[in-house]
C-alpha cells in the first residue's frame, strides 16, 4: 500500500511536524511506501489562477498540478497533516485543495450530476487545534470541520474517510500530554 501525505505547517519544528516524521516512521516500520508533500517546504503555489482555467479549458495541467495530481493518483491513502487556523484548513492547503482536485481530476459533471473521480482512494486527517476539545464538541466546531473537510472535500471527490483525529489545544497542554498524543498516531486505522 502506498502512502501520500499533504502535510502544511510552516513550522519545521512545529507539532505538526512532529505528528508528521511519528505517521512516517509507523508507517515506514510496518514496511509502508511513504511519499511526503511538504507545501510550504515546496513552495506549492496555492492561487488558482486564470492562467490555470486558460490551461484546464486547452485540456492541458500546469506542470505544478500535474505532479500532485500523478502523486495523487498512485496513491492508495491519502494522509493531510494541518493545523486548524480560523477554523478551516491552512491557506496553502486550501490552494492545494482548489488547484489540484480540480475538473476532471477529482470530479465531473455527468448527466446533471456530480461524480467523485477517486474511488478506492482512503483519506486519513490529521488536525491539531489551539482550543480545548469542550469548545470543539460543545459549539460544533468539530462536527463543521469534519463536515465540510471529510464530507465537502474527500467523499465529493469519491474517496473514503477512514478517520478524522483532533488533537486538542496543543499550544497549552504539558509535554507528556504531547508525548502521548504522538502515541496515539500508532492506534489509527493506516
Request: glycine content about 8%; charged content about 20%.
Amino acid at each position: 500500500m502506498k502512502y501520500l501525505i499533504i502535510y502544511a505547517h510552516p513550522n519545521p519544528k512545529s507539532f505538526n511536524a512532529a505528528i508528521k516524521e511519528q505517521v512516517v516512521s509507523y508507517l515506514k516500520s510496518k514496511g509502508k511506501e511513504v511519499v511526503v508533500r511538504d507545501l510550504y517546504q515546496l513552495g506549492f503555489n496555492p492561487t488558482l489562477s486564470g492562467n490555470d482555467f486558460a490551461q484546464f479549458l486547452q485540456g492541458q495541467i500546469p506542470l505544478d498540478i500535474k505532479k500532485e495530481q500523478e502523486l495523487i493518483g498512485e496513491a492508495d491513502t491519502l494522509i493531510i497533516i494541518h493545523p486548524i487556523w480560523w477554523f478551516n484548513l491552512p491557506a496553502i492547503l486550501k490552494g492545494y485543495i482548489d488547484r489540484v482536485f480540480s475538473h476532471g481530476f477529482a470530479y465531473k459533471f455527468a448527466d446533471g450530476e456530480i461524480k467523485g473521480l477517486l474511488t478506492g482512494k482512503n483519506v486519513i486527517i490529521i488536525n491539531t487545534t489551539g482550543g480545548p476539545q469542550e469548545n470543539y464538541e460543545n459549539f460544533g466546531y468539530k462536527d463543521a470541520l469534519k463536515l465540510t473537510i471529510c464530507n465537502g472535500i474527500f467523499a465529493f471527490c469519491g474517496m473514503s474517510v477512514k478517520s478524522h483525529k483532533f488533537f486538542y489545544a496543543v499550544p497549552t497542554v504539558s509535554n507528556d500530554a504531547r508525548t502521548k498524543m504522538l502515541e496515539e498516531i500508532k492506534a489509527l486505522d493506516f
